[in-house]
């Protein structure tokens, strides 16, 4: 049996899915965004950066644009360095495409970075140490390699990911905001 608490938090979190399913819609006043990037360019994760403040600040959420930028470069990032397409998708000595996906509506802000490559990102499960190891050994077992996803999940809400009907995947990322961005119908 779950405690009260446990339902009320599921049911926010379906709440949050169902609408994303079933709303993106400009006439109920979101803000969306949808561009694609090379991973071969030189300014990939800077463009994605820029492109990230602007949506954010366009849409009235300027409280989230540095996590939010944070997290974006991390995922677009992780395609540059990790993303090989599924042989379908490759062109020989083509460009690695990037599709990133904003969706702010009325309050949940979707993120998400696709790429071409079938293969899971792979997603940090709990604490990679005990707390108590913490201190003074810390930066002994601290890695320096699979921060990015680890961010990413404690600057959002939630973080996963979902295959694509046409091959490759999209890392999708959720933020809460507190109601006052993009909720607003046009009159
Ligand atoms: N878009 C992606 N396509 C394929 N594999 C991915 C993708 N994103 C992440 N991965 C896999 O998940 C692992 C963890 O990603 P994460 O960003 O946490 O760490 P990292 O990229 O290895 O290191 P860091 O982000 O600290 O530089 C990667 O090492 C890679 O194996
Ligand atoms: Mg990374």
New binding site residues.
């Given amino acids: 049996m779950m405690d009260a608490g446990k339902v009320e938090w599921l049911a926010g979190e379906l709440d949050a899915y169902t609408h994303w399913f079933a709303a993106p819609d400009a006439s109920t006043g979101g803000h969306f965004l949808t561009f694609t990037l090379f991973a071969e360019s030189d300014d990939t994760a800077r463009t994605a950066r820029d492109m990230t403040a602007v949506f954010l600040r366009g849409a009235g959420a300027d409280a989230v644009v540095d996590d939010v930028r944070l997290v974006v470069s991390?995922l677009v990032?992780?395609?540059v360095?990790?993303?090989v397409p599924d042989r379908h998708l490759a062109q020989a000595g083509g460009c690695r495409r990037i599709d990133v996906t904003f969706k702010l509506w009325p309050k949940w802000l979707f993120i998400g970075v696709g790429?071409e490559?079938s293969?899971p990102?792979?997603l940090?499960a709990g604490e990679g140490f005990s707390p108590s190891l913490a201190g003074e050994l810390a930066e002994a077992i601290l890695p320096d390699?699979?921060?990015?996803?680890?961010i990413a999940q404690r600057l959002a809400t939630s973080v996963w990911w979902a295959p694509e009907e046409r091959g490759g995947k999209t890392?999708w990322c959720r933020f809460d905001l507190d109601g006052t961005a993009g909720d607003a119908p046009p009159s």
């Fill in positions: 991390e990032g992780n395609v360095n990790h993303a790429d490559d293969t990102p792979l940090p390699t699979g921060r990015g996803l680890l890392v």
